[in-house]
Structure formats: structure tokens, C-alpha cells
């Protein structure tokens, strides 16, 4: 069955610190991974993707079929990173399976 | 473009009810597909309509079922509420040919079961 883990509930940062949300996926086939957000009072929205291979608001995510992972990753947090972040995998129906969630909390 | 619209934002409800929430796609998109979001949990997804079919069905009971009409909108009925049907429902739109890019969600409806 497909499913999408984050470990950490909650992640606390101080600013200019490297941010490292966790991603691990269960799934048989070529998974399609995404990182969506969600700022406070906003809908979620689509982070980035892993086919795409690009960097958004210096985020970055690397595929790992081996670890079945797909970490997000910033080298400096800022305040504004603030927000819910969902790990997602989109299945053979074109679906998306999300994971629980991490809120990153990026302290001043 | 309004994007994705959601409509209650907010509804209270008997259990034993009945409730009809209702999305409007970002212009151009064809497909619908709606979420259940319960509190501290991510997306649990419900099912997906094209074409005005139900194209895919998540693991979730008959009470829940929905309709998507020509303009593409789409409304998601839920029958004999439970507490546990309380959540955020979310649609989200996409064009069926591009899904590759991601959907767009809406806001939500946060339904409240009592």
C-alpha cells in the first residue's frame, strides 16, 4: 500500500540555521513525489516537485529510491518559512497520498 | 482568476444529517478531486470526478458521494453525518492532460458535526 511518513510533528529552527524536513515513502512503482505547504490562513499549495529537480524559496529535495526518501532541505531558515509542511506521493490513479505533516517553526 | 472556490467556508451540522459542500475549478481545469482533512492529519483523499464521472474512489464509506456537472464544478454530499465526518474538506482542481504539475486546492469547508 502506498504511504507517506514525516517523524516530526514539530520542528524548531532558529533563523540561518539548515532545515531538514524528513520523507519517507512506502509505494511499488516510479513514485512522482511533491512538497506542498501551507502558510498560516492560506491554502496549500504545490512547494515543488521531484521531476522538476528545481529549488523553490532555496528549497530543495533529492529522490532517493534507494532510502525511499524525499527530504526537503534549506541551507539558511527564515521566519517566513514558517508554516505546515506536507510530503506527498501521487499514485497510479493520479491521486495524491499526503503525509501527516511537519510544522517548521523558525524562531527569530 | 479566483483559483479554486469553496463554498460554505464554514458549516455546522446535527449528526444524522445531511450536507452538500460545493467547488468551483480554477478556469481551465477539468478535473476535480476531494480531500478530508481531519485535525492534525494530512489530506486523505475521497474521490476524483472527470467527465462528470467519478473516475477513482478513495477508502471511504457510500454516505459520502458527489457530482460534477458540465461547467466542471463539482459538489461532494455526505449522508447520516457522524462526529467523525467533522474535518476540513478540500477540492482540488486540475486539467487532466498537465496533472503532472500538481493540483490546485481551494481554501475549504470546515464541517462541524455535533
Known amino acids: 500500500a502506498q504511504r507517506v511518513t514525516q517523524p516530526e510533528k514539530l520542528l524548531s529552527v532558529f533563523k540561518g540555521a539548515p532545515v531538514e524536513l524528513k520523507c519517507n515513502y512506502s509505494?511499488?512503482?516510479?513514485?512522482?513525489l511533491f512538497w506542498y505547504v501551507q502558510y498560516s490562513r492560506q491554502r496549500l499549495q504545490l512547494l515543488l516537485r521531484h521531476i522538476s529537480r528545481e529549488s523553490i524559496k532555496g528549497f530543495t529535495a533529492d529522490l532517493n529510491k534507494g532510502e525511499t526518501s524525499f527530504h526537503l532541505k534549506k541551507p539558511f531558515a527564515q521566519e517566513e518559512d514558517s508554516a505546515m509542511y506536507y510530503c506527498a506521493l501521487r499514485d497510479y490513479g493520479q491521486n495524491f497520498v499526503f503525509g501527516p505533516g511537519t510544522r517548521l517553526s523558525v524562531l527569530p | 482568476d479566483a483559483g479554486v472556490t469553496q463554498s460554505p467556508t464554514h458549516l455546522i451540522k446535527t449528526r444524522g444529517q445531511q450536507v452538500t459542500l460545493r467547488c468551483s475549478p480554477k478556469?481551465?481545469?477539468?478535473?476535480v478531486s476531494w480531500y478530508q482533512q481531519a485535525l492534525g492529519q494530512g489530506p486523505q483523499f475521497i474521490f476524483q470526478?472527470?467527465?462528470?464521472?467519478?473516475?477513482q474512489r478513495g477508502n471511504f464509506p457510500d454516505r459520502f458521494s458527489g457530482h460534477q456537472f458540465p461547467n466542471y464544478s463539482s459538489e461532494l454530499n455526505v449522508n447520516a453525518l457522524l462526529l467523525g465526518d467533522s474535518a476540513l474538506y478540500l477540492c482540488a482542481s486540475s486539467m487532466a492532460r498537465t496533472a503532472s504539475y500538481g493540483y490546485t486546492f481551494g481554501s475549504g469547508t470546515r464541517l462541524t458535526v455535533v
Open positions: 509505494y511499488s512503482g516510479s513514485p512522482e
Open positions: 478556469s481551465g481545469h477539468d478535473t
Open positions: 470526478y472527470y467527465e462528470e464521472e467519478e473516475r
